[in-house]
């Protein structure tokens, strides 16, 4: 067992729509919450500044700055430390944020897709450790993926692979945002989970536990025993399944890691995913797979972003 | 351009359900054929014997034997050269083939599911050159399909990687082997393309070119018009179209190889599958992708599996 306090330091931020997260993180650890920022209503200058500062002050006590790695929602150059976009941030179009930050602070600075650095942590430190390849889902309002493959991130030609969320299920199926026909998230996102299950709730003649019918408020009412709750979180169970069998087929790996407000179902979910994925695929490849929930939590992002950069800076 | 003369012999040998190939192999280039064998009616070692003398004739003019790859179609490890079982032949469970072989010949033997071996032959010297990531699909009687990731050969964790044959296209749809619910193969392998066929000319009051309604048949009708048959191909491209764009939400590769005897439909088909895909996936990631015929032909298992051999072979 690695003693924590005797590995290097990194910064890891998690860089969300409405709320950039630094640490100072050790290992598994993350050391210090830095404080937040709010990237909306800031242009990526006025951002790059605070997060500037914000690095500074994670690392006041610490002999010297330290590796910087940050995970973002979009469309993200890692090779190059190019943001050539965000999802829910305007004014990111093509922002050198490695070269920029890297010239300021002197020390190495890296960027990732934020699906790839959670699934990056949970690889090295969470549910999925020792695995050679792993497969993470992240479901929410969106539901996107990355992949650990022969112990490395794959990020596919584009830096685009892992797109789990827009996998079909059904050639003729719901349509997704790039019009594909049984997009997972269709399905399986938090708005059509509410949008369905208070569909349910009226044909059932049932009222619904809630106006928003979110995820949280299914798991509440299947767990006192709810009918149509617990007929959604099936229907959800078997859908995952199917695309989750599709994962399998293509690349036998040993885990699929579920994070995600929905992934919080826990047992209400979770033996659907697995029986409609063994009625759907060989024992060869079902018998050893292990499908599990995310164990860092929030601080899977910072914990990736710190490993990458640390791995990154390595001579 | 290397001068293939330069580069070593090794012996590529497809094994087939009812004839095992053996080709001494330079390069991409087959020097000789030699005489094949029927594995059906002979036991595994009668077999192993004559897979054994098979090797030393094709070998006769060289100064010495060469290493050898053998291609086989069913569970194969690899990495320990011993097949579990083979998909049409029987008395080949868990028999040690590179250590028998290796021993009496003195030369590396390595061992290749052939789907593996076809697509390790296509990447390194035909339809999938100079890529870096390439996903082979084989559509004949199954639909095989092989995963060349980062350079290269992705096997999974079980060794059973790549079935993009067994993955869904419908989570409802037509039944596969395994249980699978819409299995591509149930509706693109070469018994259901004839079965849709026949019914579509019956409920059309057209005769079929055929009784059997072959692939080949089809292309036929197609090309002098048959609005039937031309339609067949449409669906067809449509359904491979929704596979594909699954396997590039997840991959993101850079060419998806089709090989096997369908493939030879070729312009009456790759275009529908190219607009299925296009209207299911993101320009990002479609946009510099390549949907190709494979190049190398009935060569590409014996040239994969010699260069397998030599890369094996290495120090």
Redesign the interface.
């Given at each position: 067992m690695t003693d924590s306090h005797s590995l290097p330091h990194a910064v890891g931020i998690d860089f969300g729509g409405t709320s950039i997260k630094p640490a100072l993180v050790q290992g598994k650890t993350v050391i210090t919450h830095g404080a937040t920022i709010n990237p909306q209503g800031r242009t990526a200058a006025q951002t790059l500044d605070a997060m500037e500062a914000a690095i500074r002050v994670l690392c006041a006590d610490l002999p010297s700055l330290v590796p910087v790695g940050i995970g973002l929602p979009g469309?993200v150059d890692s090779e190059n430390g190019v943001v050539h976009g965000l999802s829910n941030v305007t004014g990111w179009t093509e922002v050198p944020v490695s070269q920029i930050l890297s010239e300021r602070l002197k020390v190495p600075v890296i960027l990732e897709n934020d699906a790839n650095a959670m699934a990056y942590g949970e690889w090295l430190y969470g549910a999925a450790a020792n695995?050679?390849?792993a497969v993470c889902i992240t479901l929410g309002t969106g539901v996107g993926?990355a992949?650990i493959?022969?112990g490395?991130l794959?990020?596919?030609?584009?830096?685009?692979?892992?797109?789990?969320g827009?996998?079909?299920?059904?050639?003729?199926?719901r349509m997704g945002p790039?019009?594909?026909?049984?997009c997972l998230e269709a399905y399986v996102g938090n708005h059509p989970i509410s949008t369905r299950a208070l569909a349910a709730y009226r044909e059932a003649g049932i009222p619904a536990p809630s106006t928003e019918c979110t995820p949280l408020d299914l798991t509440g009412a299947a767990r006192k025993g709810c009918p149509v709750a617990l007929g959604i979180w099936k229907s959800i169970g078997?859908?995952l399944g199917?695309a989750f069998?599709?994962?399998v087929?293509?690349?036998?790996?040993?885990v699929i890691v579920v994070g995600g407000g929905v992934a919080k179902a826990g047992d209400l979910l979770f033996p659907h995913i697995e029986d409609s994925l063994k009625?759907?695929?060989?024992s060869?490849?079902n018998s050893?797979l292990r499908i599990v929930p995310a164990t860092l939590g929030n601080d899977a992002g910072a914990i990736g972003c710190a490993a990458l950069a640390l791995a990154a800076a390595k001579p």
């Open positions: 469309f695995t050679r390849n993926g992949l493959l022969e490395k794959y990020r596919g030609s584009q830096l685009a692979a892992g797109e789990l827009h996998t079909s299920i059904d050639l003729n199926g790039y019009g594909n026909k049984g078997n859908e199917a069998a599709n994962i087929w293509i690349l036998n790996p040993d009625s759907r695929t060989s060869v490849i050893q």
